[in-house]
């Protein structure tokens, strides 16, 4: 009879997970930033694809701040001041040229240049495995 209660009765629940450092958090801390398009992106060809632009016109829906017309850009939509500037992964992002500038480095994560070729790529990231650092383009 005791055998069939504690069958029956749940588990204890887990004990509670230590909290995790503000660095770990970034993605849910980071809010949510529109993509700031220019007036017209999409009807008129020789419009900038990404170039940012102020309206200025009179009648200039997306200056009134007409809904559906897109948004401006302005401080609030800033970042958390902790968050700025880090990888979605919660870390600061190092842009490395040689094995020389993986020296000293600590809690970062190293991007590659493009410009590095594929002897001297392989040579850095296994020193930087050894350093205990995270690689993005590997």
Known sequence: MAEQQAQQTPQAAAPKQKPRPVV???SK???WIPSFKRQNWAQKRRVERTGWRKPRGIDNKLRVHKKGFGFLPRIGFRNAKATRGLHPIGLKEVL???????AGLKNVAVRISAGIGKKKKIVIVAEAKKLGLRILNE
Request: glycine residues 0%; positive net charge; proline residues 0%.
């Open 96 to 102: 490395v040229y040689s094995l020389k500038e993986l």
């Open 29 to 31: 801390v980071k809010k």
């Open 24 to 26: 770990a958090k970034v």
